[in-house]
């Protein structure tokens, strides 16, 4: 079957079998922030936005998002570049490999969350698992980079 749909802005069409998930058709597409980790919907670096909203591209068929508009960090390079700042600062970046799907989340909780609580915060990036760095760097980032003044 053929799919269309908006990739970073860019329509884009895809011709895929009809359990195709998106993950393999976005990085078909070039987009290689999209990490192919545990495959289960369990760790998050698969993470991109779907109409705004983030997905698990691992377990999302591609077929569903025809017509629609995914973006992935390659589409987001000014709004990651930010956070990424934040998160280099804080020692939050060790390997770096859940570093996409991690801040897909962040951009899209900023979206979504007036004035986060820790609990907020917490919950809405309890699918994103890091191997490295204990978690606690990445939420003092989040934090500095909420309340930063130039927004
Ligand atoms: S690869 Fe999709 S959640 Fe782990
Ligand atoms: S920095 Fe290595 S997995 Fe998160």
């Known amino acids: 079957m053929e799919i269309k749909f908006l990739l970073n ?4 069409t895809a011709s895929i ?8 058709v976005v990085r078909e597409k070039g987009c290689y922030s999209v990490k192919r980790g545990c495959e289960t919907a369990n760790c998050g670096l698969c993470t991109v936005l779907v109409d705004q909203t983030p997905v698990l591209s691992c ?6 998002v025809n017509g629609k508009q995914v973006m992935t960090l390659e589409g987001m ?10 998160l280099a600062n804080e020692g939050a970046e060790q390997c770096g ?8 989340n962040v ?13 907020e915060i917490k919950e809405y990036l309890a699918g994103n698992l890091c191997r490295c760095t204990g978690y606690m760097g990445q939420l003092r ?7 930063r003044e130039e927004k």
């Open 9 to 12: 802005g860019k329509p884009v």
């Open 17 to 24: 079998e009809a359990d195709a998930v998106l993950l393999d």
């Open 59 to 64: 377990s999302t068929l591609a077929a569903r």
């Open 77 to 86: 390079q000014e709004e990651a570049k930010a956070f990424g700042t934040f």
């Open 97 to 104: 490999f859940c570093s996409p799907g991690f801040i897909m």
């Open 107 to 119: 951009l899209a909780m900023e979206k979504e969350l007036v004035k986060p609580t820790e609990e």
């Open 141 to 147: 980032a989040i934090h500095k980079y909420l309340n």
